[in-house]
């Protein structure tokens, strides 16, 4: 039987998909390409083990049928990044929420193991205020503005895995996946690093939202598929939820000049209010650092790259990249 990536022609959904290649899986992707490419997994086409469709979540037909070839689901397919949520905020609680319900109700049918893909964003706002890393077992505070939205759908998302876990016994493990890095991250959708490093090599400003004080930890790509694929593969994980990231700290001003420095641009670091950002209404998080000693503990699982180790390959990548659009 062969494993389903929703998904996975997204930016973790694509490297997901080589891993589990490399593990000798026959691998389907039901993808929309929406924030997702071709490009991604365009190498992967000539894999006879590979089989993609085009189609969304919310179509139930399609979905039916690839679920009926696989025994186990990885669900990424999810409305992401902070910019395109707040300008869509409607057509997120509809894929998340219903896309969502639609894969739960499917591996039902079908008998799968599913790893559910959750996000940081669940956790809300840092009411710790600052200093203390995000546990499993911490209350979700959420606010009231629609950038919310997205984190009470994947909350959702999560009550209802977990629901169907408990009432019907369908094995579901929840990640919940922190920043993260990597090759292929687009920078359209908003996402810091890979945004701060074309900055940098183009020469143009670097963009510092508010006062750049605000706390980020960032995972490298191959860690975070390392981390699905263990919280997949290991029995008696089901119903519980794990962090998955990197717990090394840093700001996102610290992140800026180290990036300026390790590409040596002449890039001037400019500061840019959240309102011109993102528009009215939106409350950025202080301080998200996961502490993953849960999975540490279930798995074993421990980051293999550093910040450094993280952005030297992440420039390297964009540099790669800007020269091949520039020929
Ligand atoms: N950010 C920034 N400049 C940018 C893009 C993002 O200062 O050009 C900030 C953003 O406001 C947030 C952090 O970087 O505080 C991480 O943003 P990202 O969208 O990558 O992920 P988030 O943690 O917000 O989901």
């Not at 669900?75 to 905020?89: N, S």
């Not at 996946?177 to 490093?197: A, E, K, L, S």
């Not at 900055?199 to 930890?217: C, F, N």
């Amino acid at each position: 039987m062969a494993v389903l990536v929703t998904g996975g022609a997204g930016f973790i959904g694509s490297h997901l998909v080589e891993a589990l290649l490399k593990r000798g899986e026959e691998v389907w992707v039901i993808d929309n390409l929406s924030t997702g490419s071709l490009q991604n997994i365009q190498h992967l086409f000539c894999n006879p083990r590979f089989h993609f469709v085009e189609g969304d979540i919310l179509d139930e037909q399609k979905l039916d049928e690839v679920m009926s070839y696989c025994c186990k689901v990885y669900h990424l397919a999810a409305a992401v990044g902070v910019r395109l949520v707040v300008q869509d905020p409607l057509r997120t609680l509809e894929i998340n929420v219903r896309g969502t319900e639609n894969v739960l109700r499917l591996a039902l049918r079908y008998g799968c193991k599913v790893l559910l893909a959750s996000t940081s964003e669940v956790y809300g706002k840092d009411v710790h205020d600052g200093q203390v890393k995000f546990s499993e077992t911490d209350d979700i505070t959420l606010g009231t503005a629609l950038r919310w939205g997205y984190a009470c759908s994947k909350a959702i998302d999560e009550y209802f895995a977990r629901a169907y876990w408990r009432q019907k016994g369908l094995p579901v493990v929840i990640a919940r996946i922190f920043n993260t890095v990597g090759p292929r991250q687009t920078p359209v959708y908003g996402m810091v690093v890979p945004r701060f490093v074309q900055q940098a090599l183009m020469g143009e400003p670097i963009t510092v939202y508010g006062d750049g004080k605000q706390v980020r930890s960032f995972c490298w790509v191959g860690d975070t598929v390392r981390a699905l694929i263990g919280l997949m593969e290991t029995p008696g994980l089901e119903g519980e939820v794990f962090n998955v990231g990197n717990d090394e700290p840093i700001t996102i001003e610290e992140l800026a000049y180290r990036v300026k420095e390790m590409t040596n641009s002449n890039s001037e670091i400019v500061y840019v209010p959240y309102e011109q950002a993102y528009g009215p209404d939106f409350e950025d998080i202080r301080y998200r650092v996961p502490d993953i000693s849960k999975i540490r503990q279930a798995i074993g699982y421990q980051p293999t790259l550093d910040l450094n180790g993280i952005l030297e390959r992440v420039i390297e990548y964009e540099r790669q990249r800007l020269l091949v659009l520039s020929r």
